[in-house]
């Protein structure tokens, strides 16, 4: 069995080199072992297959969502239709609480971005097209933050002088965008913006630049940044994509979980997986998530993670008692709390 090791380099998405790592960075499911051919592997041997499952866990395994069709079908015509508009050219806003996933979807929406580009021109990188610029806002961030960030993602060895005044930022970032050829600018974090500076910043993005605005954000809606006020003006020029807890209580609810929830398990890359634990703890799953599909994905990447950090296992079949654990310790690393106990969960036959 020959692996190759995933290097990963860059950590941040706020960089070109990182973003792109990001965008890359889906490794395959390993071929599957009996445990007994893992265990007779050499130990550095073992550790690579451990890793390259880690990986596909952490990186690549994912499940489709209403949301994320209507996403990639809203971004997509309205990257095709704002360069054809004169002005007040349309974004989009993907809101939600925490844990719900925003931006694993907006980095799902990127790629989508960055592929397109790269089937249509093949040599783009080379012609220093950059169809995707990430930034991430922080407590207090202003328009110039805004502005200035993506003027360092464009041009990293540019120098942002502190003194330099918004209109100044703003001409040379739209300067930048047009020339690089952006299509898609996402601004993570956009919930930490708010007041008129911002918003003006952004309609000033949106009206003088063919480049869709995606902004994601906490409650970006009903919130401080855009909810009311100058922001309102942003919110009205974007459509809307609000990631939801499943309701399990309605029977698309429970079918859609349910899917979700069996997804995860058929492609649980342990040796001599036998899916069934976790569908049949489908439900449980659901009140220890709050029906947050980012908790469960959490859950399913903590539990492969115990299972191979554990030195003596006898082999690595999914328990009741390991599927507790894990949604015992989620408590103390989340402000969620369940009531989900041990005596909750069933394990396959």
Request: proline share 5%; hydrophobic share 40%; charged share 25%.
């Amino acid at each position: 069995m020959i692996l190759d090791s995933l290097v990963l380099e860059h950590s941040s998405k706020t960089t070109l080199p990182g973003l792109r790592e990001a965008l890359d960075a889906m490794p395959p499911m390993p071929p599957a072992l009996s445990f007994e051919d893992y265990c007779l592997l050499p130990a550095d041997q073992r550790a690579l297959y451990d890793q390259a499952r880690d990986d596909y866990v952490r990186l690549t395994l994912r499940v489709p969502t209403p949301e994320q069709d209507l996403s990639t079908g809203l971004l997509a015509r309205l990257i095709k239709t704002n360069p054809r508009r004169k002005n007040s050219r349309r974004g989009l806003m993907i809101s939600a609480p925490l844990f719900y996933g925003k931006t694993e979807l907006a980095l799902l929406l990127a790629r989508s971005v960055e592929n397109d580009h790269r089937k249509h021109f093949p040599d783009y990188v080379d012609a220093g097209e950059v169809p995707v610029v990430w930034v991430e806002m922080t407590e207090n961030a202003t328009g110039k933050t805004l502005l200035a960030q993506v003027i360092r993602f464009l041009a990293p060895t540019a120098v942002v002088a502190k003194s330099s005044n918004t209109d100044a930022l703003r001409v040379e970032a739209l300067n930048l965008l047009h020339v690089h050829r952006t299509k898609l600018l996402v601004i993570d974090e956009a919930h930490h913006l708010g007041g008129t500076e911002p918003s003006s910043v952004i309609k000033a993005l949106q009206n003088e630049s063919s480049t869709t605005v995606a902004l994601v954000g906490i409650s970006l809606g009903s919130g401080k940044a855009f909810g009311s006020g100058h922001g309102m003006q942003v919110t009205m020029r974007c459509d809307m994509v609000e990631l939801r807890r499943v309701d399990i209580s309605v029977d698309d609810g429970l079918a859609l979980w349910t899917r979700w929830v069996a997804i995860f398990d058929r492609n649980l890359p342990l040796c001599d997986h036998v899916p069934g634990t976790l569908t049949l703890n489908a439900r449980a799953l659901h009140a220890a998530a709050h029906g947050r599909l980012a908790l469960l994905a959490m859950t399913v990447e903590r539990l492969v993670a115990s299972i191979l950090d554990d030195p003596d296992r006898p082999n690595e079949q999914v328990t009741r008692e390991q599927l507790f654990a894990v949604l015992d310790g989620l408590q103390h690393t989340t402000p969620l709390r369940h009531k989900v106990k041990l005596k909750d969960l069933v394990e396959a036959a």
